[in-house]
């Protein structure tokens, strides 16, 4: 099910997902909203444990009330896929590669906004045959995701090295890193260390090779896993999760919020609603409210039209949004 199917349950979820990223403390006046009185959620909610319920503890629901489970094969077949048919998504990965590496050019906006972004972009772009294979294993839909997911890894480095902002966790490690070793980033960064931008990239390049490597040859005894029964499966990968959202921020927290997430994941799921919207509004949601509020206190003493013929760039935005809202409601509603 995606938004594209049920637009108005799409945009439903989607404003779900911004009321959730809006609790905590408001970034500009340090103003508690949607917080109840509840002190652990003056620092939001994290969307990390979210994911893992939305897309975790969620598929487990889904999966272990079937009573027939899925056919896995007990040997795997060729794993690296013929050039010709590598090279028919050449477009998609170049397409993909451009907005992951831009949206990692973004502070705060990470891989998971990358991928949504060419997900969604080339889903718009497939043709309704090809459309009605997303979601069900399409290989399209794969690398759009994948190589945004990637592009966005390279596209994080140009804000770290050049302004010293990281664009997200990892990068920040990295940053860290090269305090440690003395080294400034900014904008004279290469000057005053020179080469360090080529060799930072060169081995992204080679730790790219060897996770190829790893990857071929560690997914055959992966597959395997799957033949396991069901009902040892699910077990083993609940822990997992609960692991995966304690080590975000060491808090219990944020544990009980992945099992709440899952549980209105399934939910919303059987009621057929699109999860990615949710997700989407989630992440972006900070970034919109803060950068909303910034510039309603410089623009408050002018009138709301004088700000729209001043500022095109931001009307073109508005008149894109606009669009998008009538194409996705009404029109694509109506078909």
């Given at each position: 099910?995606?938004?594209g199917d049920?637009?108005?349950?799409?945009?439903?979820s989607?404003?779900?997902?911004?009321?959730?990223?809006?609790?905590?403390l408001?970034?500009?006046?340090g103003?508690?909203h949607?917080?109840?009185?509840?002190?652990?959620l003056?620092d939001?909610?994290?969307?990390i444990p979210?994911?893992?319920?939305l897309f975790?503890?969620t598929?487990?629901?889904?999966v272990?009330p079937?009573?027939?489970?899925p056919g896995?094969p007990s040997?795997?077949?060729r794993i690296?896929p013929?050039m010709k048919?590598m090279l028919?998504?050449?477009k998609?990965?170049?397409?993909s590669?451009?907005?992951?590496?831009?949206i990692?050019?973004?502070?705060g906006a990470?891989?998971?906004?990358?991928?949504?972004?060419?997900y969604?972009?080339?889903?718009?772009?497939?043709?309704?045959e090809?459309r009605?294979k997303?979601?069900?294993?399409?290989?399209?839909?794969?690398?759009?995701?994948?190589?945004?997911?990637?592009?966005n890894?390279g596209g994080s480095?140009?804000?770290?090295?050049?302004?010293?902002?990281?664009?997200?966790?990892?990068?920040?490690?990295?940053l860290a890193?090269l305090?440690?070793k003395?080294?400034?980033?900014?904008?004279?960064?290469?000057t005053?260390?020179?080469?360090?931008i080529f060799f930072?990239?060169?081995g992204?390049?080679?730790?790219n090779?060897l996770?190829?490597?790893?990857?071929?040859?560690?997914?055959?005894?992966?597959?395997?896993l799957?033949?396991?029964?069901?009902?040892l499966?699910m077990?083993?990968?609940i822990?997992?999760?609960?692991?995966g959202?304690?080590?975000?921020?060491?808090?219990?927290?944020d544990?009980y919020?992945?099992?709440?997430?899952?549980?209105v994941?399934?939910?919303?799921h059987?009621f057929?609603f699109?999860?990615?919207?949710?997700?989407?509004?989630?992440?972006?949601g900070p970034?919109?409210?803060e950068n909303?509020?910034?510039?309603?206190?410089?623009?408050?003493?002018?009138e709301?039209?004088?700000?729209?013929?001043?500022?095109?760039?931001?009307?073109?935005l508005?008149?894109i949004v606009?669009y998008?809202?009538?194409?996705?409601?009404?029109?694509?509603?109506?078909?």
């Amino acid at each position: 099910m995606s938004a594209g199917d049920m637009p108005f349950k799409g945009w439903i979820s989607g404003w779900v997902g911004l009321l959730i990223s809006f609790v905590g403390l408001d970034a500009i006046h340090g103003i508690p909203h949607f917080i109840f009185g509840v002190c652990v959620l003056e620092d939001g909610i994290s969307y990390i444990p979210l994911l893992i319920g939305l897309f975790g503890l969620t598929e487990i629901l889904k999966v272990l009330p079937q009573k027939s489970p899925p056919g896995i094969p007990s040997e795997v077949g060729r794993i690296i896929p013929p050039m010709k048919m590598m090279l028919g998504y050449t477009k998609a990965s170049l397409r993909s590669g451009i907005i992951g590496t831009i949206i990692g050019a973004i502070p705060g906006a990470g891989a998971n906004v990358a991928s949504f972004l060419s997900y969604d972009n080339g889903r718009r772009r497939a043709s309704d045959e090809e459309r009605q294979k997303w979601g069900k294993g399409s290989y399209e839909a794969i690398v759009c995701a994948e190589v945004a997911n990637n592009a966005n890894i390279g596209g994080s480095m140009l804000p770290t090295l050049t302004l010293g902002i990281p664009g997200n966790a990892a990068a920040a490690a990295i940053l860290a890193a090269l305090e440690m070793k003395n080294v400034v980033v900014g904008p004279t960064i290469q000057t005053e260390n020179p080469g360090i931008i080529f060799f930072i990239y060169i081995g992204l390049i080679i730790a790219n090779f060897l996770m190829h490597g790893m990857a071929t040859a560690l997914i055959k005894p992966c597959v395997k896993l799957f033949s396991l029964p069901r009902t040892l499966l699910m077990p083993l990968i609940i822990p997992i999760c609960v692991m995966g959202a304690f080590a975000v921020a060491l808090n219990y927290f944020d544990v009980y919020l992945m099992f709440f997430a899952g549980i209105v994941g399934y939910v919303l799921h059987r009621f057929g609603f699109p999860l990615a919207p949710m997700v989407l509004a989630v992440i972006l949601g900070p970034l919109a409210d803060e950068n909303m509020r910034r510039a309603l206190l410089i623009f408050e003493d002018k009138e709301w039209w004088l700000i729209l013929i001043d500022r095109p760039i931001g009307t073109i935005l508005l008149l894109i949004v606009i669009y998008t809202f009538y194409d996705g409601i009404f029109k694509r509603g109506k078909s």
